[in-house]
């Protein structure tokens, strides 16, 4: 079993930053794809950025130029930089990864709780 534990949401003003960090543990595991998602009232979970174990990044055309998702293999653990945040990036964000656990090939995937980031105009 794997745990994340996320933080780093809150209250902004447009315009401004915040950094948002996702850390997991447990044993026996190795995570592969690391990634970020979102969900605004009244509407679907979307992806915004996810990063694979070597570091090649995809971002949503949204984000693009404002958010960077970046990773520590050594301390299981993804960032997600939010710059020049806008009033429609207010949304749960949660974490999302794709591990092996010991020695089996199956990935599968552990979620976040979520963290509010609120961004007002």
């Known amino acids: 079993q794997v745990e994340l534990v996320e933080s780093g949401g809150g209250l902004v003003q447009a315009g401004g930053s915040l950094r948002l960090s996702c850390a997991a543990s447990?044993?026996?595991?190795?995570?592969?794809?690391m990634g970020w998602f979102r969900q605004a009232p009244g509407k679907q979970r979307e992806l915004v950025a996810r990063?694979?174990?070597?570091?090649?990044?995809h971002y949503a055309d949204s984000v693009k130029g404002r958010f960077t998702i970046s990773r520590d293999n050594a301390k299981n653990t993804v960032y997600l930089q939010m710059n020049s945040l806008e009033f429609e990036d207010t949304a749960v964000y949660y974490c999302?990864?794709?591990?092996?656990?010991?020695?089996?090939?199956?990935?599968?995937?552990?979620w976040g709780q979520g963290t509010q980031v609120t961004v007002s105009s």
């Open positions: 999302k990864i794709e591990v092996t656990h010991g020695g089996y090939s199956k990935l599968v995937d552990y």
């Open positions: 990063i694979s174990r070597g570091g090649t990044t």
């Open positions: 447990g044993s026996t595991f190795r995570v592969y794809v």
